[in-house]
Nanobody
């Protein structure tokens, strides 16, 4: 089974950038939907962006469009989240997660958090004003 480990979080000033990494072990040989999520203090977990690995298609939330970009390591094994123009509202614990093979990852289903079975431990991002 795929295992996930996030890194790259930290403290940054508003307007700054961070790049998060999600290393995954195991071999997702099937079409696997993977993405990024975050949870701010006192709030529900929010889906940020997701797509099938190796597809080049990524769906993202309106709140991060134009600021956050998801990419993959060309050699496989890692997913990245480049975050630019950060604001204090972006503060939270960021997670990468994966669905089990066979779960849909389309325009309506990518953000269905309950479908994601495999989660990393999370990495803290704090944006100061």
């Amino acid at each position: 089974q795929v295992q996930l480990e996030e890194s790259g979080g930290g403290l940054v000033q508003a307007g700054g950038s961070l790049r998060l990494s999600c290393k995954f072990s195991g071999d997702p040989t099937s079409r696997v939907c993977m993405g990024w999520f975050r949870q701010a203090p006192g709030k529900e977990r929010e889906a940020i962006a997701a797509g099938y690995l190796n597809s080049g298609v990524v769906f993202s939330a309106d709140s991060v469009k134009g600021r956050f970009t998801v990419s993959e390591d060309s050699h496989g094994g890692a997913l990245f989240l480049q975050m630019n123009s950060l604001t204090p509202e972006d503060t939270g614990v960021y997670y990468c997660a994966a669905k089990l093979p066979g779960f849909a990852c389309g325009s309506q289903s990518w953000s269905r958090i309950s479908d994601y079975e495999i989660w990393g431990q999370g990495t803290q991002v704090t944006v100061s004003s």
